[in-house]
Every structure is written in structure tokens, then in C-alpha cells.
């Protein structure tokens, strides 16, 4: 749709824009529930790195699999030089990748600095569908992850480098981006209203696999890679539910952590012994 | 840690505007970042906040040049016959 925003004479790609603001947002607002949780800002400037590092490495990796015979075909075609290394380390992301790849950031982070991760990921957790809905408005912008053919709903691309230009598509990455923004309004309201903060992850282990198989179906990207009949991302969406449910039900029946209230913080008023303790002392 | 994290900084602005060092660039970003938190919480000095702010907005920049998705999978190249 607009893939190349040209300033001067430079060319950036919008998707790069959406995605980087995305994550700027993200990263702003997992440091405001970390304030509201005493967190330590530091801590979880640290917690980001380590997440963009590993997210990047988890796409990318990703990516790798499922595309594993274009690459090839491309070293083929134009050899294997840095240019088109470079290239190909530059475009293709796969989020599923990187959402796997930052949660295992994240447990590598808590692992090093001996702290717990549930706090890192709670706080956190809200920002990752909000940077997704920016990465998927990013996604229409350049013409990728593009839906079916469609008269009614759709809207033809013209200077799109993925989407065939002129045939009118669903614009199902909207759709997502959408749907991904109620997500994470539902779980920042959740995380500042509730006493059981960490349930909020399980909002999104829930809500974003469900919406993503029904986004798939109405995707017509095949490179995405189809197997037995699903998309890979519909496979993972499957895995990641089946995760949740069964750290639902570990996490029932250990016991949900009793909430933090007022009256649990603030000392006793009374003494066992105090003599005030008895009502009707004073009344004989 | 905090000259370190300024040193990266530097050389990930300059991965900035080459196009193919900007995956590079931010690589090297994000670890000023780590180097320069970390020294922020040791012990808060100007070169500390000045190698963060480098890195970190060396990330920012590098981040929106290098990940640059004009397409999902390369194969959707091919496929249109784009190059």
C-alpha cells in the first residue's frame, strides 16, 4: 500500500516505522506497570534487551524453517555473497518466532539475575499484543501476510512488493491489528484493576491463538507454509492454547498466590493479650 | 561499561546509515544498551547516560532500517518475479 517513505534522500520502509514504534510503546508501558509494581526500572530495561535480542534471533530462526527452500533457491539464483545475506537477514520475520523467542528471554534474564520471571512477564505482557497491532498495520502498509481475494471488503494494493497489486484483498491484516488492540486494552484494564495480576498472561495465551486461527483462515500468503491442511502459525496457535491450558491447571492446582491487600501489609492493631480486645470488659 | 556502552553507541549510529550494517547496528545497539544500564545502576555518571541515550537511539534507528519486512518471505519475490 505504501511501502517506502521517502524523506529526503532516504528511503525507509514503513513496516520498519510501524514495528519500531510499536515496541518503543511496549517498552513504555511495560516500565509504567513496572513502577505501579516496585519493579526496578533497570531491571527491566535489561529484561527488554535481553527479549529484543532473543525475538529478533527467534523470528528470524523461524522464518529460516518455514522458508528454508526459497532461501535456498535464492543463493541459488544471485549466489551466496553478503548482499544476499544481507537481504535475506533484513526482510522475513515470523512473530510466532519471535514471541517464543522473547519468552525464552525472558527465562534466560530471570535465570542470570536469580529473580523470578512472573513479575518480568506480567508486566510486560500487556505491550506484546499493543507491538503486534502496530506490526500488523506495518504488515498492510508493505503489502504482506495479505488476505483472499475479496469484491465486497477488499482493497487493492498498487505499489505492494508481496501482495499481487490490483486484485482487490481482504484486508485481514487490519482485521488482526484490530482484534490485537482489544487484547491488550482488556489486559492492561485487567492487570491495573485486579488483585491476581499474572492471569493476564493467560488472557493472551488464550485470546491471541484463537484469533489468529480464525485470522488464518482468511490469509492467501501459501509461503507462510501449509502442513496437514494448517498454516504453521494455526499449529503453533494449537501448541500455545494447549501450554496455557496446562499451566492453567498446574497453577490451580498449586494454588493461586494469595493477592497482596491492605489489611495482609498493615500490622496487627491488637495484641493477643490487650485488654481492649475485650468488648465487654468495660460494660460489666 | 559506561565508555564501552558510548563506544557501541557511536559505531551503531554509524551502522545507521549503511544499508546492509544495520542488522549490525542494531545488535551492537542493543548490547550498548545492556552495557550502559548496567553502569547506570553501578554508578550514575554522565558518560553512562550519554553511552544509554546513544545506544538507545541507535537502536531506535537501526531497528526501523534493518527490520524492514517489503516482504514476509523471500519466496513471495521469487514467486512475482520481482528481482
Known sequence: MFPILNIGPFQIGVYGICCTLGIILAC???LYNGKKSNIDKYNLILCFAAILIDAFLGAKLLYFIID???ICNMFEKYGFNFETL???IQGGFVFYGGFIGGFIGILIFSKIMKVSPIHFITVIAPGVPLAHSFGRVGCFMAGCCYGIPSEKYGIAFTDSLGAPNGIKLFPVQLLEAALLLIIAIIMQVYISKSKHRHITVYIYLFLYPIIRIFTEQFRYDAERGIYFGLSTSTWISIGIITAGMILLLIDIKKGMPEPVTPESIMPKLFDEDDEYKDKNKYSK | MAVASLVLGIIAL???I???GAWAGLILGIVGIILGTMAKKEQ?????TGGFVCSLIATILCGIVAVSCTLCTTC???TFGLF
Open chain 2, 18 to 20: 549503511s544499508g546492509y
Open chain 1, 86 to 88: 544481507s537481504n535475506i
Open chain 1, 28 to 30: 513504555l508501558l511495560a
Open chain 1, 68 to 70: 528454508f527452500e526459497g
Open chain 2, 76 to 78: 513471495s519475490c521469487l
Open chain 2, 14 to 16: 554509524i551502522c545507521t
Open chain 2, 44 to 48: 550514575p555518571s554522565g558518560i553512562a
